[in-house]
Each structure stands twice: as structure tokens, then as C-alpha cells.
């Protein structure tokens, strides 16, 4: 640790210091770059980086960090910048350290089934290669073309496969981080069982680079699913959702169980590129999916439907028999997003037990429906995780200031929901800068006061990712 | 926080107070208390607790930690006290808190599959309500008869089943803390999806009550296994175990993959009441187990069976065909640890990665032969998880002191072996006091110090199970 300072140096004379630590042209000042590593898909903060740097390699980052404490610099890393909650967003003035040189998977252990990899591999890059070794990465979103490794521990990214594999975090087999001193930490090993003392690995994830950043980390592969097969059912009612989810629980191992409402699949319907389930209409749809490993399996699906559609949970369904058919059924629930992205929609990303989701759904529908009868609002979501995207669409005469000024009141009713039902305030976007004042919402303030305090024990000066999560 | 001191009281001053933050009669002084609730299964350290308190409530636990910290006396935590690194001894006027009389299961929550348990819930308690409730708790092991939940999340308790359904990490949805502070943390909420900042839990997992106390568990249940089917398959050599474990992984879901040496299996045959699995003798065996869910998945195992019979990794092997076989296939493995009890065994719990297992074994072999070549070394464990149970007998001509100053010698040889694989000295039983010393060769001396002020935020006066993963 250094902490000496130099305070009479220039900001330009500090950014001289920098290049000498990193590769030649390995230092952007350009407006260009300073705009474009500046954010994440937030579009909240106005970038204003003062350097963006591109480190090849473990040391190379360990002399940025140093450098940072010398000088007092604030750093922001930088994965494939596809957060929705500004925690990779450099708005005041840091230096940006961009992963993007650090993309390799540098080995393959085939009986651990563990893959070394940079922080920079993307998600894609890791589903392909593990394809390619007969086997499976699980952790899949929509962003899974650009968004990289370090930034999924960093958001403990989840996505549609959670009810099944869990999130980013079940896949972690060991990390290495640079801390905000500059150390290398080498955490578990990649071992399966390892009872030694706290596992620091675990803090790392989900910490948004605000206690050091990931320089490598070893992900866990899993055995490829088998004939995955999907089934969309119609319900009469949100609340028939729950004893169907329980009922098909009972008897597969789901790989997913997604909802979303009639307003959220007309929309989709609308675009007259993907093809409906069925005609019977329905307010509420599932799209389960399960390994249809053997003819058994998917003869207990269809008992098991026929159980839902005799115990009247359900309407109305369809199984797909074909890899397009599958890919069909997942339209009608991936599509939902960049659809309604027209309507310029209010969204959150909130969670609560599975239990407790037909009650707070309620709730949450009567506050927008009394308070602005006139706001159409789309749901759906990962129900099998009890993970919720409200979605409030812009009336066509309300101006965007107008609709945005009425979504910051929903905005804290919605919160204080989420408190009344012990929920989390997000589910699986992190915190970064656009939920950092709400966080008393879903956290105490003697845990907030214990996480400052851990943030002090790995980054005394304060240097890393400062402002995401807390101030 | 309360940082008065009353330096001037006795311990039975002190004594009298703590008296009335319980219930009447449940501060326990007598000698036949002391020693029993003093210690746990290890036999390294004298018992010598000041007292052994039994709270009922989380007030009353509060209460306690608030007294410990005005009188700076430590606190032991006390479960099932079956630990095997005495990490629940109070050999130094600790006083013991014992959670025998919070034992409660307090709901069940059908949808989330959860259960809010006491800390004193007895794992079998806990696995048989699932069962109940027909689901399932998986995380099983030797002790479950009498371990604690509360214990078990202090030692991140792992066992037979981690290969299909992981260590009790995986398990906890949400916890209660009492930090040494005497304040309660709610961590989690028992949520699958909650992205707001650092997982405090994961930090109390595993920690072995340094940082405070569970008080109460959200722990998950899972769908139960349908058929549970075991092979026991003899192979030619230890190396032959891996490409067995490599084929049986990349067919079917395991749900345990252990193994043991000939001489391990010559112990419990010599018991005559077990039967053995075959006649063909083989130096090493492999068991495992999966769902046979199907009539498919059976014949799937028996076609990787002949495969690896084939490929010359497997001399012989057996499938059990009804609950009774499954049973005596897994006394063959079950019973090792009992049986070989009688040579009063130098033991050892340790782990590298999957891949390294061979070689691993291979050098730890070569230096036990090339010093002690009378030692008789009797290997087995979790091979699917890396974790080696290694056992040296006493040869009956040497005494027991010689025989442990002996193994001391080995013990460093096979910590600096652990060392040189980067394993782990302990893999599932904790660090407590046995193996406190010996942390460096798992944990770098940044990790230690990093977790030593870790352990300050937490519990500022060092009264949480002092003296145990570190000093």
C-alpha cells in the first residue's frame, strides 16, 4: 500500500504517468472513447471519464490500482458496459479500465469441468466454448453477446435458467482480484470443498468492483441439457400461476418458469413475426422448460398438464416437439422487452419469496390502477425465482417529463411495497448509482453500516467503482 | 454497543448477572456440564467453560453478547458439538452458549420449498420433515443424527451428496445473525434473486461462529430423488478412478461418487456383516449412485459400465436392484470410518482440485511409504469433490506417543504436499483450533489479514469463539 501523494501534479501529467504502466496506445483520452467506455446502458449519468486504460495483464492492472492510490483517482471497470444500473458508468472524472485486452480462456480442466478465463471473455464466448467441450455454461440473458465474465460476478448476473443452475455466483470456482491496494488475492482455489476460514470469494460477487476488480476467474461447467422441450400454458388468473408452478415442480426439474401477461403477449403478437401458442385467450401465460431426456419425461409433463387443466389452473396448452417449435415458444417471452421499448416503459427489476409474488402483484397493480387509471402496465418475469419486471407504458398524451415525474412517485410506492413484502429492490441489476438511494429499502441500516465497513478493509482510499452502491 | 467495563466483579458476580437474561436454570455450572457442553468430538483440548448458558429467544441470545461484551468474556457457540477441529471447545473460561432449547422448525413455505429452522433443528430433524413434506434436504453426512443446522452453517457442513447437490452454502436462503456486537442482521430475506450490494450471508457460512451467531436459518428443500440406484465398480488402479468418474458424469446426473482403497474394504469385510459387492479383489473401488428415474437411465449406466469395462478401467462391478442392495453397497463405504476406528488412526481431511487427485495421492503415498513403510495408509472420500480422507493405522508394536510424534512429521509433509497442489488443509470439517496453525498453507497472509479485520468489523471486542480459525 502507498499512500503517499502527489498533489501538485496535473491531471495531464498524471495520465502521462499512467501510459507508462500499460502497453503503448493502451491510454484513450479521445472524446470518442471517453463517451463510449464512459457508460453502461444506463442512459442517467453524462460519461466524463478522465482516461480510459486498457491493461494486458494481472500486473499491468496491480500498477493501475497503485497509480489510482498515488494519485487519488477514482477507477470504473469495464465489461461489456451492458448493466442497467449505472455501476459501470464514469461520471465524475475516474479512469475507466476496460477488460477488453484481457478476453482469453486460458485453460480447460476436463475433470473438474472448470474453464480458466480472463475477465474480459464474453458469456457468449463461454457458452461456445464449453458447446465445443460437450458441454454447458448455464448462466444465459439477453445480453449474453456482449456482456463479459468479470462483469457478470461483479452484478451477480442471473437471467431464465436461475430456477435450475442458480446465478453467476453458483459457477465461481475461484477468482483472482486485485483489491483496492493493489493486492492479489488468489480466493478458493477452485475447489469444490474448502473450509478454511471465510470464503472472500463470495464477497466479491455481486460487489460491483467497489472492493477490487476480477483479473481471472475459473467458471464451473455443467453437462449439456437434454431435448429441451417447452410448454406455454394460458391461466384464468395470476394466482392459478403458483399450483401450476408448484405441480410441474413437483414432478421435473424445471430449466425455467417465465411469466407474462396478455397485454405483454399481444404486444408481441403485434409485431406479425412470431407465431401465437394457441387462440384460447388467456390474462396470464407460463413458459415452462424441462429436459425431455426420455418418453417418460414428457408423457409426466402431459399427465401433469392435464392434472392443471382438470383442477382448472389452467386453460389452455401447447408442448413443442422440435428444436424451431422451442425456439418459438421463447419468442413469445424474449421479445417482450425489445417490444415494449417503444412505449418508452418505466421498468423495474424487483424480487420477492415465490410465495409472497401473487399478493405483491396485487398490491403493486391496485396502487398504479387508483393513482393512474390510464397507464397500461406490462408484467412479467422469472416467477419461478419470485423475480418480477413491472413495466408502466407512456400513455401517447403524456410527455415523457410529464410520464417520468408520475413514475418517480410510483417509483418509491413500489419501494415501499417491496419493504411491506421483505423484498429486494433489485432482483438481479445490482445497485450501481440508480438504486444507490433506495437501498435502506431492502437493506438495514446496520448492514449498510457493516458494508462500508468491508469496503474499507479491501479499499481503504476508496478508489474503486467509488459512489456505485453507496456513497 | 455497550463499551463499559465492570472490571471489579467476580466471575461468579458475572455469573449471577447472566442468570437473569434466561430463563430460570438455564446457566449451567456444574461439573458434568461443563465437560460435556465444553467440547466437541475432538479430544486435543481440556474443556474449561466458566459456565453453559441456554437461551430460548434472539433477545435472549442479544442479551448475552451485550454481557460477554461489558465483561469481555468470550462466547463459544454449541451445537451438536460433533465437530472434528474443535471449533466448539471452550477450553479457556469461555462461557457456552448451547442452543439445544432453540430447536424449533418455525414454517414451512410450499412454494419456495423453504423452512425457517432454529439453529438447534437436528439435521435428521430437518431431513425427515422434508420428507414429510415429501421433498427433500440433501446435504447429508455421518453426524446428522445429532449435528445442528445452526453448526452445520458454522462449517459449511458438506458430506456424501456435494457432487449433485453442493455444501450447505447452497442450501441457506436466508439467516438471522447476532453479530458480536449484539446486533441482529436479517441476511437475504430468503430471497433467489437479490442483487443490493455485498451477501453478508455467505460470510457468517463457514465462518465458525468468529463472526456471531446464527439464530435462526431459511434453509431449502429439494424435489426428492426417485430410485436411487448404486454401482460399485473395482478398478485396475487408483488412475483408472478418473475416466470412470469422467464417463458416469457426462451420461448421468450423480448424486455421490466416492471411493476407497482394497485395504479399507478388507477392514469392513473382516467385520462379517456386511456382504461383500463382488469376489474379483481390485486395489481400489468406486461407488456411486444416480436417480434411476427410468427404465433408460439404468440402461444407460449399465451401457458406461460395459464402456469402461472395454476401456479396461473397470475389472468387475454391481448394481443394486432394491433398496436393501443400495443399502449394503453403501455399508461398504459407510462403515470405513468406525471400523478402522480400532487402529486409532492419524486422520486427515483434505482436498485439491478433481484433476490433481491422482497425482495428489501418488506423492502422498510415495512419502508415507519411503519414511514409514510399516504404516498401513487406508485411503477414501468424496473423489467426485477432490475431498481425500487419508487414515494411517498404528502398527500394534508402536505406542501411541511414538505413533503421533511420528505422524506430527507426516502431517507437515502432507500439509506442504496440500500446499504444493494448492489444496486445501481442510476441506469439510473447518479450521477450529486443530487446524488454526496450520492456515497459511491454505490462505496467503493478505487473505488471514484480511479476514482478521474482517472479524474487527463484526465483532470489534474479539468475544465471538476467540482463539478459533485464528489467534
Redesign the interface.
Known sequence: MNRLRVPQMTHAAQIEVLKTLVEPGKVLTDADSLNAYGKDWTKHFAPAPLAIVFPKTVEQVQAIVRWANEHRIGLVPSGGRTGLSAAAVAANGEVVVAFDYMNQILAF??????VVCQPGVVTKQLQLFAEDK?LYYPVDFASSGSSQIGGNIG??A?GIK?IRY??T??WVAGLKVV?GTG?L???N????????????R??F???EGT?GFVVEATMRLE?APKNLTAMVLGTPDFDSI?PV??AF??KL?LTAFEFFSDKALAKVLARGDVPPAFETDCPFYALLEFEA?????AEQALATFEHCVEQGWVLDGVMSQSEQQLQNLWKLREYISETISHWTPYKNDI?????K?PAFLHDIDAIVEKNYPDFEVIWFG?IG???LHLNILKPEDLSKDEFFAKCAVVNKWVFETVQKY??????????GMT?RDY?HY???E???A??K??KA??DPNGIMNPGK??N
Chains 1, 2 share one sequence.
Request: hydrophobic share 35%; aromatic share 4%; glycine share 10%.
Open positions: 480442466n476436463e475433470y473438474d469441468r472448470t460437450g452484478t451477480n442471473g436461475v442458480g446465478m455466483r453458483n483489491t493486492e488475492l488468489e480466493l482455489r477452485d475447489l469444490i470443498k474448502n473450509a478454511t476460514g471465510y470464503d472472500l463470495q464477497l460477487i455481486g460487489a472492493l453437462r403458483m408452478l408448484h415442480q413437483n426439474d431426456a426420455t418418453e417418460e419425461v424480487s420477492v419469496t415465490v410465495g409474488v422469472h425465482d419470485g423475480n421483505n423484498g429486494s429492490i433489485s432482483a438481479e441489476h445490482g445497485v438504486k437501498l431492502s437493506r438495514s446496520a448492514e449498510i457493516c458494508m465497513a468491508i478493509v479491501f452502491i453507496f
